[in-house]
């Protein structure tokens, strides 16, 4: 099985069917929507990147408006994931249609679009791309992107509560991947090996509130290990700005 394919599979919900079509083609379709009336995502890997197309079927007006809206919104967090990875661009082709060759006919019919994901430096790009690509689509369509419930309490040696690779997915996504309190990027300090790697910090801990929906965005940040260590020193946890002003306090320049 392809790395990517296993990634995705972790982080989009259990009704997405994703489809390996050899050849670096793989197919994803939200299997509780009507077929005609829901849409395909075609994502072909390259040995330089990666191109997503997406393609509305037959009936998908109401899906098809919707996303439009969602890509044009200056506040989407659409806009922010764009911002954050410069190796990615959007196509979006506008269809119309114009009878007997009559502009004054001329009339929006339908459009798609293409995101393309270039492959930067060494190492799999796999689990990365696959956080851009499940935020991408939860945002662009009218999905209730509260994330998936955490906190359930596991029996083991010790008890251990479940966390959400799709939650983890949405914030990276969101955020990046430089620590909210210094600004590290793990892989400026060790190399490629670390290019992808940070720690996902709950905001509000998980052990104390029990099964919870968190906002990926707004109760999630990325923290580089070191500063994630620091704010469980306290319980409860040490904020994102006084971890910073301890930095500051301590003559460090390296607060974020």
């Known amino acids: 099985m392809s790395s990517f394919k296993s990634y995705c599979e972790k982080k989009f919900p259990e009704n997405w069917e994703i489809l390996d079509k050899d050849g670096g083609l793989f197919q994803f379709r939200d299997n509780s929507i009507a077929k005609g009336t829901g849409f395909l995502v075609m994502v072909l890997e390259e040995s330089s990147k990666y191109e ?29 994931l764009l911002e954050i990875y410069e190796n990615i661009s959007v ?12 502009p004054s006919t001329r009339k929006f019919e339908n459009w798609d679009f293409n995101l ?15 956080d851009i690509l499940i935020s991408f689509i939860l945002n ?4 209730n992107v509260e994330a998936e ?13 479940e966390r959400s690779h799709r939650n983890r997915s949405l914030c990276i996504a969101y955020h990046g991947y430089n620590c909210k309190v210094c600004g590290l990027r793990m892989k400026d300090l060790y190399g490629d090996i670390a290019r ?4 996902v910090h709950h905001l509000n801990p998980i052990s104390e509130n029990g099964v919870i929906k968190p906002d990926p965005i707004k109760d999630f940040v990325p923290l580089c290990p070191n500063c994630h260590a620091i ?6 946890p040490l904020t994102v700005q006084e971890i910073q002003l301890k930095i500051k306090e301590n003559g460090n320049t390296h607060a974020k």
């Open 231 to 236: 704010a469980h020193l306290k319980n409860p």
């Open 116 to 130: 393309i994901y270039k492959k930067r430096g060494g190492g799999d790009h796999a689990d990365s791309f696959s």
């Open 149 to 161: 419930e955490e906190g359930s309490a596991k029996s083991d040696l010790l008890t251990r509560y």
């Open 52 to 80: 997503v197309q997406l393609k509305f079927e037959n009936f998908a007006r109401t899906l098809s408006s919707h996303a439009a809206q969602s890509l044009a919104d200056p506040a989407s967090p659409l806009k922010n």
């Open 196 to 199: 992808d790697y940070i720690h």
């Open 91 to 102: 196509i979006v082709h506008k269809h119309y249609i114009e009878k007997n060759l009559d």
């Open 140 to 143: 662009i369509f009218p999905y």
